[in-house]
């Protein structure tokens, strides 16, 4: 198919779609484990001239299984470069290390995966790179904490774990007044709910673990591109000076389990968000649930941002009872739905945010994340709706019904 033509698709066709094997014709991708691969002498010439991705030169530099998925996910997130590595974290520490120097700041919201701001407030203060944590949609005091050394604004499409919703126009145009780049975890969206790129965000950085292997058997992350902003050899220096020197590479086979979960993404996505939303809307009027926190609802503080954003509001929503004491009753006694950690397979997956992936996190940096105690996160599934609904209700029964004030 032209490449014209692929791009033309509805989302749904590019997902499935990719040319077949040139040599085999298989309309399925073969899996090349293979980490070495014997040059002649015209290969050797290419590598020497430059060709690092036409041609194959060893299994840390590259693989066709690996080449392929970067193809389909930089047409899925309309992207204009695509970089996959072995995990989320190795594309948020590959990103950073690529793009910042000691003395560097970064303004960075608030809310991020536990990982990461342990990253920038503990890490990268190790190299010399500061970070100063702000509400990103206090654009008065995103402004504020920019100075002469600031090279990123970095927030998350659906914040973890309050589901909290960034504009990110205001974030890009102030951005581009202050030659900022601006750099955004998709994860909890994936490219199915929301695509960073198509609203000026320069660089999107995704756990595809998640959403985009969708069957919590398979670790990967990826770096998608805008070039607008970014120096023309960006991607390729991405690559040759930091990804592969920092060796945080994607293995041939979790590329080609990526590549087959991303075929299916668009039809789990759909039946997920839509559970998402029924479930949201039945706990909101739970007794024994003191909050909810889904984008899709109007009771959400940044709905009117979510339906401007995004087609659809994401199949990750919190909930919140009295107390952690209570939040482990719920998630120890369900029998569907898993008590476990991560997020965004065919599994509904429930965990306590503050003593799970938070747990490393002080209490009074929670507070200023709004993670409390109390929280429990779903990443909803693809089990009928009614037993998702049932199943947490029977949980939730084995609390106190009294709603806390």
Known sequence: MKKKTRHNLAFASKAVYYDPDPKTKSISAPLYLSNNFQYDEEIYQNIVKGARITENIYGRCGNPNETLLQ??????????????????????????????????????????????HEMFDHRLTDFGITTTFVDCNDITAVKASITDKTKIIYFETIANPNMRVTEIPPLVQLARDNNVLVICDNTFASPYVMRPLDWGVDIVVESATKFMGGHNDVLGGIIAIKQTNLP???????????????????????????????????????????????????????????????????????????????????????????????????????????????????????????????????????????????????SVGLEDPNDIIYDIDQALSQIDTHKQS
């Open 71 to 116: 193809e389909q996910v930089a047409l899925l997130e309309n992207a204009d470069g695509c970089l996959a590595l072995g995990s989320g974290m190795a594309a948020v520490a590959t990103t950073c290390f690529a793009l910042l120097r000691p003395g560097d700041h970064i303004v960075s919201d608030w809310t991020t995966y536990s990982s990461t």
């Open 232 to 378: 023309d050899d960006f991607l390729h220096e991405l690559r040759w000076s930091t990804h592969v020197k920092l060796g945080g590479v994607l293995s041939p086979f979790n590329a080609w389990m990526l590549l087959r979960g991303l075929q299916t993404l668009p039809v789990r996505l759909e039946r997920q968000c839509e559970t998402a939303m029924k479930l949201a809307k039945h706990l909101e009027n739970h007794p024994a649930v003191n909050k909810v926190h889904y984008p899709g609802l109007t009771s959400h503080p940044n709905h009117e941002i979510a339906k401007t954003q995004m087609p659809n509001y994401g199949a990750m929503l919190t909930f919140e009872v009295a107390d952690g004491q209570s939040a482990i009753k719920v998630c120890g006694n369900l029998e569907l739905c898993a008590f476990a950690a991560s997020l965004g397979s065919v599994r509904t997956i429930t965990q306590i945010p503050a003593t799970m992936a938070f747990l490393d996190i002080p209490k009074v940096e929670r507070e200023k994340m709004n993670i409390q105690d109390g929280m429990v996160r779903v």
